[in-house]
């Protein structure tokens, strides 16, 4: 199953700068326990985000860089291409950025969404989605705290009907 995990201000910012606009170990903590043992697929900016490769996890970085390399992370050079070197799996997480949300949003079946009660300034946007397609099945709520400066939700999403873009891939 393709899934997509992303944490999402009010105003649909993802990052400014190629960084998260806000720092919430709540959410970092949530997407490495959501994460964790499972393949990462992710755009070149979101791994250079990070500046290594996330411990516990098998990652694809998609670049239209023809040369470019990074020990311990696998490179492919469109989504389709990263999926085929995925192969079977239970569980594939797309993590960023924008553009390989928009590219994954219409094969995923599930979405993991830290909503953050909060307007930001940033110069990257999640991808428009068309909710009415979507069920939710889970909304955490959880208020500001000593560490967490922000109200936020931890939201999943599940596909109403199953995508027939992502039956088309999965054979």
């Known amino acids: 199953m393709l899934s997509i995990i992303a944490a999402v201000s009010e105003n649909n910012i993802i990052g400014t700068n190629n960084k ?15 994460t964790m043992g499972h393949m990462l697929i992710m755009g070149r900016k979101t791994f250079e985000s990070f500046g ?14 023809e040369n470019w390399f990074y020990e311990g992370v696998e490179v492919a050079h469109s989504l389709d291409e990263a999926i085929i070197k995925v192969g079977k799996q239970d569980e594939i997480f797309i993590i960023g950025g924008a553009e390989i949300f928009k590219q994954a ?19 990257t946007s999640f991808p428009p989605v ?9 909304d955490e709520k959880h208020q500001p705290d000593d560490k967490n ?12 009907k199953k995508s027939l873009k992502s039956a088309a891939r999965a054979t």
């Open 20 to 34: 998260l606009p806000w720092h919430l170990p709540a959410d970092l903590k949530y997407f490495k326990n959501t």
């Open 105 to 123: 949003l219409p094969f995923c079946n599930k979405m993991y969404l830290t909503i953050i009660h909060h307007n930001f300034e940033g110069d």
């Open 130 to 138: 068309g909710f009415s397609e979507w069920k939710l099945v889970k």
């Open 149 to 160: 400066p922000y109200p936020y939700s931890f939201r999943t999403y599940i596909r109403k």
């Open 52 to 65: 290594k490769p996330l411990p516990g996890r098998h990652s694809i970085v998609i670049t239209r860089q």
